[in-house]
């Protein structure tokens, strides 16, 4: 065998966050020794992995083709070695969730999660469902759960639980009392919603599609909380997941109103990388999402 796995372990690292030097400091090596052996590892093969530029380094056609079996290779040496340490009591799962499933329910499963596998240390990492995306093809995460579709040839899509979204106002707001809004009242309305791209922005526009142009959108925010607080202070109507507005409108500080022939219903999906391998614990996170544990 002419590489090492260290050799692996470099090549991932530089792939992962297209820098020799952020590299060398994710694995605690000098700059220069890291350079050095990615220079050996692509010369030993006669290949070039990467494409180069004074700022970064690249993956190329043939580096990106070799990244999810070395990511295999890695992870079954490391299997291997926790096997022969015994290491079983130190597992590790990481789970990507955007924010609204980070914010109102990937804790949840994770307390449930933790009563029955102890053993297991989960690491939740929250952002956009883009951002969740990018984790989940850049072999950051095992698992992601996000609000989007998404359609990639590295990655696997299942559909996880349905999920709703609500138009709401504040409790004061003058439409607070119509028992159904028509097509004239939301574009009589002042809109503010999550940002373009978004899953929920998604939703919203599919939904909206044949009055989206003319509606007054006077805010885009990046945060259900900062929408939120944004209606109860009465700059306009609102649209999230249904989740992500219950206890407010259960309190009774945010109403919901209900549309006219407006269905926004959607699914919230679990998003894995194709090549690679699911885990003893990743497939015990699964079974709980779905129900079939516990």
């Known amino acids: 065998m002419k590489y090492t796995l260290r050799q692996l372990e470099i090549f991932l690292a530089v792939a992962r966050h297209q820098s020799i030097s952020l590299a060398a400091k994710d694995l605690n090596m000098s700059q220069s020794a890291a350079s050095t052996a990615l220079q050996e590892f692509e010369k030993r093969y006669e290949l070039q992995l990467f494409e180069r530029s004074a700022k ?8 990106s083709k070799l990244r999810a079996k070395a990511e295999r290779l890695l992870n079954e040496a490391q299997d291997f070695e926790n096997e022969l340490l015994n290491y079983e009591q130190q597992e590790q799962l990481r789970v990507g969730a955007s924010l609204t499933i980070g914010n109102y329910l990937a804790f949840n499963y994770l307390a449930r999660f933790n009563q029955l596998y102890p053993e297991v240390k989960v690491d939740i990492r929250v952002g956009s469902s883009p951002e969740i995306i990018s984790k989940v093809l850049n072999f950051e995460v095992d ?22 979204m609500l138009v709401f106002c504040a409790a004061d707001h003058p439409m607070a ?3 159904e809004l028509t097509d004239k009242d939301l574009l009589k309305a002042e809109w503010i919603l999550r940002e373009p791209g978004s899953a929920h922005r998604q939703t919203f526009d599919k939904s909206m599609s044949d ?27 609102g649209c999230l997941s ?5 206890d407010e409108i259960k309190l009774g ?6 549309l006219k022939k407006r269905p926004m219903r959607r699914h919230f999906n679990i998003v894995k990388q194709r090549h690679s391998a699911t885990s003893k614990a990743a497939e015990r996170w699964l079974e709980l999402c779905l129900n079939k544990v516990g």
Do not use: F, M, Y
């Not at 698992?143 to 709703?164: C, F, M, Q, Y």
């Not at 989206?212 to 109860?232: C, Q, S, Y």
């Not at 249904?242 to 219950?246: N, Q, R």
């Open 143 to 164: 698992i992601g759960l996000i609000e989007a579709e998404v359609h990639h040839k590295d990655l696997t899509l299942s559909p996880w639980r349905p999920d709703n």
């Open 242 to 246: 249904e989740i992500a507005v219950a």
């Open 253 to 258: 500080s945010l109403k919901a109103l209900p």
């Open 211 to 237: 009055l989206l142009a003319k509606l007054n959108i006077r805010a885009e925010l990046t945060h259900n909380e900062a929408i939120k607080n944004a209606v109860k202070a009465g700059l306009g109507l």
């Open 177 to 179: 009392h119509c028992t």
């Open 56 to 63: 970064r380094v690249r993956l190329n056609q043939q580096g």
